[in-house]
């Protein structure tokens, strides 16, 4: 999804008037064209600072300078509250509650979704690059005056700011929620950002925008575990498909990448070795056109003899009853040759990719397959196409 271009803005502040309630909106001014840092701190609070602690200065008692511990729920009703504390108490609690804030003429309110101008956009430089922002969750709304606002916040992070970087399975639109609180200054607030929360459920719509379904504890350190599918037990990239198997007594979910690497796998091992392709798979080759154009090869399934194994470390088969590649058997006590899952003899000769139907009217792009997979082999001056029938890498079946 292309987002509306937004500019680096400068103002941001609630109406000077004092009187009236919590959830009035407060008004624009055009006074502050910088940044200030606000002066709170969000601490998060401990068991021992349940209880309010008292302290001698000067001979007298006083109250350590932080707001009473508070609970804030987290992004879904099963997070577990965040129990935190601001600092200095007695500032943030004289400042005046807000439901709603402007900022040059757009009005924002709590719970919202906001960009956030982190000094990479010149004032008034229009972008559509949304990973130029900063991106958080209005939680609160304070403020002493129009030139002094302030924003409570749960930070979401984009996976390449995590410890260890973006993973292979977070898409490109792909943000991680966070319990990070930290308060800003509303001038700093850019624009709305249409954010949505991905529940990974087998019914789920397809994703478009920006998104989060993956939750960052920030004081562990960790990250939330996701559904993990496919005969892989790898996790899902949103940006790929997930490919169902109709056949009601597996009903597996299918990666996208596992699906096209089986399919190369199996045009390779036709193609560099065909007899021992055939006496080891027991697939029937049949030509459809003229062979030497390579219009047509549909690849029949392995019907009978063939049992999958997996091992416990995600990623990883025991090869103890595949074959090698040459169709002989490896040295020992008449076992196969252990293979690695993850070798790729046919990188940079084949290429292959879903075959898809025609879109729907009013669509863009079809969603929905045809159970074939088109195979390009690239060592040819002239490149040969052909098709390859999608099996299920679980019960062996065709994918219709």
């Known amino acids: 999804m292309v987002s509306n271009k937004r500019k680096r803005e400068s103002y941001a502040t609630p109406t000077s008037n004092d ?4 959830s009035k909106t407060p008004e624009t001014s055009h006074e502050a064209p910088t940044f200030t840092v606000p002066p709170f701190k ?7 600072d349940l209880k309010p602690k008292k302290r001698k200065r000067s001979g007298k008692n006083r109250m ?3 707001t009473a511990p508070k609970d804030e729920a987290g992004f879904t009703d099963k997070d577990k509250a965040v129990t935190y504390m601001v600092m200095p108490g007695a500032q943030w609690d004289g400042l005046k509650k807000y439901k709603h804030f402007i900022v040059t003429e757009r009005q924002f309110a709590v719970h919202d979704y906001v960009f956030v101008n982190n000094g990479q956009i010149a004032h008034g430089e229009e972008t559509d690059d949304d990973k130029q922002f900063w991106i958080a969750r209005v939680l609160e709304v304070r403020a002493s005056s129009p030139a002094s606002v302030y924003i409570r916040v749960y930070w979401l992070y984009w996976p390449s700011e995590l410890p260890g970087g973006a993973q292979y399975y977070h898409g490109k639109s792909e943000l991680v929620a966070s319990n990070h609180m930290e308060i800003i200054d509303a001038t700093t607030i850019s624009g709305k ?3 949505s929360h991905v529940l990974e459920q087998e019914d789920a719509p397809t994703v478009t925008g920006l998104y989060w379904r993956q939750k960052f504890d920030f004081r562990s350190k960790k990250l939330s575990d996701l559904k993990r599918d496919c005969v892989c037990r790898k996790y899902h990239n949103p940006d790929k498909l997930l490919i169902h198997c109709v056949n009601h007594v597996c009903g597996k979910w299918l990666h996208e990448d596992c699906i096209l ?3 190369k796998d199996r045009a390779w091992a036709h193609l560099t070795n065909p007899k021992a392709s055939d006496e080891a798979n027991s697939d029937t080759i049949e030509v459809n056109g003229n062979e030497e154009s390579g219009d047509t090869i549909q ?6 003899g063939t049992k999958a194994s997996r091992s416990k470390k995600p990623g990883a088969v025991n090869g103890s009853n595949v074959t090698s590649g ?20 046919w990188a940079g000769s084949l290429d292959a990719k879903l075959q898809m139907k025609p879109a729907a009217e009013g669509e863009e792009e079809s969603s929905e397959i045809t159970g074939k997979v088109l195979i390009t082999d690239l060592r ?15 019960c062996r079946k065709p994918l219709q």
């Open 19 to 22: 009187a009236g309630e919590a």
């Open 42 to 48: 969000v601490v998060y609070a401990k068991p021992g």
């Open 299 to 304: 690849v029949a399934l392995r019907t009978k």
């Open 64 to 66: 350590d300078d932080r």
């Open 380 to 394: 040819e001056d002239e490149e040969k196409t052909w098709e390859v029938q999608i099996i299920c890498l679980s």
């Open 193 to 195: 950002a249409d954010v």
């Open 326 to 345: 040459n169709g002989r058997k490896g040295k020992g006590h008449g076992k196969a040759r252990k293979t690695n899952p993850e070798e790729q003899p």
């Open 261 to 263: 690497k089986n399919a």
